[in-house]
């Protein structure tokens, strides 16, 4: 039986997932469509096949929807994931879990309570060939001890409603994960360092951002956040060992060698740069829900992310190292 998936919020992230959906994930159809803006949902569901409902609560109790995918704003995460954990409902949540960790943690105390795994984090960047290499390196052994690790994530530029804070939640806090993910530990504090301004930030905008994580085995995680860069969309990250070192790829595409130089294009954003990532995730989310599951990363790695990018607002702020305190994790997620 093909998993019928209801999509709540259909705006640039949430419109291509029910298109890949539809169209090229294995298993799964659309079922059901809401977005606050009605025309665009609309939109949508005509293209996929689905029907619109009138609110997000309807399509987590449409007794034909078998899972959700949630894309809506990441103030609403919270409530939505709790609807799908209170109606027994796999869902597919997009970063973050909720924009803060107390929200964050009553999801993953009512997903323990229920005493199984329903919930996966749109952490997309778990499922990209070039991260699993790193990985493989890592836990392989090859290139020794992880002491430290340089990420770049820089964004062309970003809408006037972005702020410094968001250069932390909502994009460092990829790094955050892929740090926890890649050195299997936690992160146990955090320093924002403050950069000279870009001349092309918006008023108001620290940008760029210099970040240093710090891991429990001491291993440092450097990070320059740059939401400005004008160029493209560029993400790096190098892990250093204490007997080599591995880097992420960068994909290449239609390479010109001509004049005496060699060219290749930037991808313009995450969703063409990250495109075969978010693929990875949506079938590995619907192979497991069809075998009865949920696996990927859990909503205590949502709240662990967020707990840690608070810890980075918060040494913005202050002007120092601020420390990060996170809850025990309960029994459920010790093995995911
Ligand atoms: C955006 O919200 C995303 O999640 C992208 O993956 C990230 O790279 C970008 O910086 C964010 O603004």
Not at 194 to 201: D, E, I, K, N
Request: contains cysteine.
């Amino acid at each position: 039986m093909e998993l019928a998936v209801g999509v709540i919020g259909t705006g640039n992230i949430g419109a291509d997932h029910a298109r890949r959906l539809a169209t090229r994930v294995a298993g799964a159809r659309v079922h059901a469509v809401f977005d606050l803006d009605g025309d665009r949902a609309a939109a949508i569901a005509a293209e996929v096949g689905a029907v619109a409902l009138r609110s997000a609560e309807e399509v987590v109790d449409d007794a034909a929807v078998d899972a959700v995918l949630i894309a809506s704003p990441g103030d609403t995460h919270a409530a939505l994931a709790l609807a799908c954990i209170a109606a027994a409902k796999p869902v597919l949540c997009e970063k973050p879990l909720a924009t803060t960790t107390e929200e964050c943690w009553k999801v993953v105390e009512a997903e323990a309570a229920h005493g199984s795994r329903l919930v996966q984090v749109g952490f997309m960047r778990r499922y990209d060939a070039g991260y699993l290499v790193v990985k493989q390196e890592i836990d392989g052994g090859r290139i020794g001890e992880v002491l430290l690790a340089h990420c770049i994530h820089r964004n062309q530029s970003v809408p006037p409603s972005f702020t410094s804070d968001m250069s932390l939640t909502d994009s460092v806090i990829h790094e955050i994960d892929t740090a926890r993910w890649l050195l299997t530990e936690e992160l146990v504090a955090a320093t924002v360092v403050p950069v000279r301004r870009s001349p092309l930030a918006a008023e108001g905008l620290l940008d760029p951002q210099l970040v240093l994580l710090e891991a429990a085995s001491g291993a440092v995680v450097e990070v320059e956040v740059f939401v400005n860069c004008q160029y493209g969309y560029d993400v790096r990250c190098e892990v250093v060992g204490s007997t080599g070192t591995a880097s992420l790829e960068i994909p290449t595409a239609n390479v010109v060698t001509t004049a005496g130089a060699r060219s290749q294009p930037v991808p313009v954003d995450w969703r063409l740069r990250f495109g075969a990532a978010y693929l990875e995730e949506l079938q590995h989310f619907v192979d497991a829900v069809r075998a009865g599951g949920v696996a990927g990363p859990s909503s205590y790695d949502g709240y662990a992310a967020t707990a840690v990018a608070e810890s980075c607002v918060r040494s913005l702020k202050e002007g120092q190292r601020a420390q990060v305190t996170l809850a025990k994790r309960p029994a459920l997620y010790e093995t995911a």
